[in-house]
């Protein structure tokens, strides 16, 4: 390996991949049963981290950033003027294996601008993987990108070395993907997205039968949507995001906030601050439903449209329904126990362990961890001491931010909301 | 008020070591009672210090009992907390299993309670430690063919994360040296040993310089420092979060974080 050629080329095809931001390297299952070099059971590990904080767990680049395709928000659109590249398969295995071995990566991500047509992209893909895999006895994280459009046949094949795949949806709605992509359709996302959760279904009533059934993209499928694109609503953004959880069993959706490239005038224009706040409040959003046990439409609805930036979205939602509350932490189940503002799941599986010693008190609550600034005003433990509970939802938001400092002050600022 | 009974147990510092000195504690019923690492105890303390011999069947007898009475998660906090080598821990540690010893249920997830709090809390910041060396630990490839890293951890979490590497690097030798406590764990193809070095006089552990080192590692090193710069998004930079997750203390051997 040409050491300056590949050092351009790295350059080059790991900017163009950056504004992918999943880097989830967790949920597999591929043991190192032979001796060989990777093992990807257990938890994923972040290596090192962006200075913009982003976890780099996996080596996060393009095959190619030639790209027959014209996407407003993408910065490797074919009418872009940047530099083109593309790696030979080799290189990619060799520079995985080298920086694996080095303990820098979980493994490869590995995505591609679309060249001569969907197959011919997605067969170079899966050429890495099984690569790694077969001749480099491989069992790191493989990641690799659902091309549109890609035939069954090889969306089957890749499932077999990857063990993620994902396809981004980009763009939240049908009419802001025509606006933007007009020469994607959304159909040609879906199309693999299916395959492969039929596929995953089937191998995993083929496993229970016959054990040594091939391992099938093990941990699973993810998505992402660009946000502030596209003028879409955080509820349009979350029903979406819903919809695609339930109906293809994703893992993970992934929700990056637009970063202007262009000066298209479809789109947010250049210097446009990144809505990194707004993005923020959907992941809060997404870990309600996925483990706080909320469902989306209790969030986001016709009346309420919009997350509220100035609190998380499991406090705006108390505010909204302080006739739940206060509860009794001593008593509550934990499906309760969960909506209370301030407290993380950790906290409530360590509060429904620890009650059954003694009757929990505000000083027993502060040690565990819980955030009592936002929690005191929606619990009750076994003190005489409590807040006020005659406030209006109103006045107790006033009231917690009056208490607390936001590390978005700067966003959240009068000034700032002219320009938001 | 000085008791002219209190008891300092002083041991050589292994974990086995600190597990016979719980077995004398309870064996001589002693009440007023305090247990130290070998060059731990000062000289200040008033009481008779007693030096404890490791002895690996007392220790067992302790950790089954131990075993016994707790769940998996419980016991392993109790080694992760020890691993910690905190000024105190001994006899924080002493305490809990002693209440552990006393009480008729498990008490792993009493969290009401001060000690069961603490051991949680220690142990926890011990296992983000041993988190963070599975993931900042760098190998670099030397000219005998050995991968090799040097760590200064702030616990002391080599027994932690050997199995975390080995399954991972099956087939390649490689060696992480903790150079605070002055001794590393070997992987030979084979199993892992516990080794002890005397590196070269001239050796900079945070330089790859040729005399050590492989010809392609600086290439590699300077791979990945330039795909750690490309990977960033300047437009997002937040850099009290980075160094949240990345502390400055750590940088000293991560190749992408040098200049």
């Known amino acids: ?420 | 008020m000085v008791n002219d009974q209190d008891v300092i147990l002083v041991y050589d510092g292994s974990f086995d070591g600190f597990l016979t000195s719980v077995f004398e504690v309870f064996e001589l019923k002693l009440q007023q009672v305090s247990i130290f690492r070998k060059g731990f105890a000062q000289n200040s303390l008033f009481g008779t210090i007693k030096e404890v011999l490791t002895d690996p069947l007392k220790a067992d007898r302790v950790w089954k009992g131990i075993s016994k009475k707790s769940s998996a998660a419980g016991k392993s906090r109790i080694y992760y907390a020890f691993l910690s080598e905190k000024p105190e821990v001994e006899n924080l540690l002493l305490r809990y299993i002693q209440y552990l010893f006393k009480s008729e249920i498990q008490i792993d997830s009493d969290f009401g309670n001060d000690d069961v709090l603490k051991v949680t809390q220690i142990a926890k910041s011990v296992g983000r430690e041993k988190h963070r060396m599975e993931a900042f630990v760098r190998f670099r490839l030397t000219k005998d063919g050995f991968y090799f890293a040097t760590i200064e951890p702030d616990f002391n979490v080599l027994p932690l994360i050997s199995k975390h590497f080995k399954s991972r690097y099956a087939d390649q030798q490689w060696v992480i040296y903790d150079l605070q406590r002055e001794y590393g764990i070997y992987y030979n193809l084979e199993t892992v040993d516990i080794i002890q070095l005397t590196l070269p006089e001239n050796f900079n552990a945070t330089q790859s310089s040729s005399e050590y080192f492989a010809a392609e590692e600086l290439e590699f090193q300077t791979l990945w420092h330039d795909y750690f710069k490309s990977t960033n998004i300047p437009s997002r930079k937040n850099m009290k979060l980075h160094i949240q997750h990345v502390p400055k203390r750590y940088w000293k051997y991560l190749s992408e974080k040098m200049e």
């Open chain 1, 1 to 420: 390996m040409s050491f300056e050629r590949t050092q351009e080329k790295l350059k080059i095809l790991a900017d163009a991949a950056k504004y992918d931001v999943s880097c989830s390297s967790s949920g597999s299952n591929r043991s190192n049963a032979t001796k060989g070099l990777g093992d990807a059971t257990g938890m994923g590990i972040c290596h090192s981290y962006t200075e913009d904080g982003r976890c780099v767990s996996l080596l996060k680049i393009l095959l190619t950033n030639h790209c027959i395709f014209d996407c407003a928000y993408c910065v490797t659109r074919k009418s872009n003027d940047i530099k083109r590249a593309a790696f030979q398969v080799q290189e990619v295995v060799d520079l995985t294996i080298n920086f694996y071995r080095r303990n820098y990566i979980e493994g490869l991500f590995l995505s591609s601008g679309i060249f001569k047509s969907a197959d011919y992209t997605m067969e170079r893909l899966v050429a890495v993987a099984k690569k790694l895999r077969l001749e480099e006895n491989f069992n790191g994280y493989i990641h690799l990108k659902s091309i549109p459009g890609a035939s069954d046949e090889l969306m089957k094949e890749a499932g077999l070395y990857a063990d993620r795949l994902s396809v981004n949806i980009e763009i939240p709605t049908k009419e802001g993907l025509k606006l933007l992509a007009p020469d994607k359709n959304r159909e040609d996302f879906i199309k693999p997205m299916i395959k492969v959760k039929n596929e995953i279904i089937q191998y995993n009533s083929e496993k229970k039968l016959i054990k040594s059934t091939p391992k099938f993209a093990p941990a699973g499928q993810s998505t992402q949507m660009i946000i502030g694109a596209s003028g879409e609503s955080d509820q349009q953004i979350m029903w979406t995001s819903d919809y695609f959880y339930k109906k293809f069993e994703l893992k993970r959706v992934y929700y990056s906030g637009y970063i202007p490239i262009s000066n298209d005038n479809r789109l947010p224009q250049l210097g446009t601050a990144v809505p990194m706040l707004r993005e923020n409040r959907l992941y809060q959003t997404d870990w309600l439903m996925r483990f706080y046990g909320f469902d989306v439409h209790e969030i986001l609805n016709n009346e309420h449209p919009n997350l509220d930036l100035d609190v998380d979205p499991k406090l705006g939602w108390a505010l909204r329904n302080l006739g739940h509350f206060p509860v009794d932490v001593n008593k509550a189940d934990k499906h309760m126990l969960a909506r209370i503002p301030g407290l993380g799941m950790k906290s409530v599986h360590k509060i429904i362990q620890a009650r059954r010693f003694r009757s929990l008190n505000w000083e027993h609550l502060q040690r565990m961890g819980v955030a009592l600034n936002r929690a005191k005003y929606f619990l009750v433990c076994a003190s005489n001491d409590f807040e006020r509970r005659d406030l209006t939802g109103a006045q107790l938001k006033s009231l917690i931010l009056q208490n607390s400092t936001s590390k978005y002050q700067k966003i959240l600022s009068p000034q700032m909301n002219l320009f938001g």
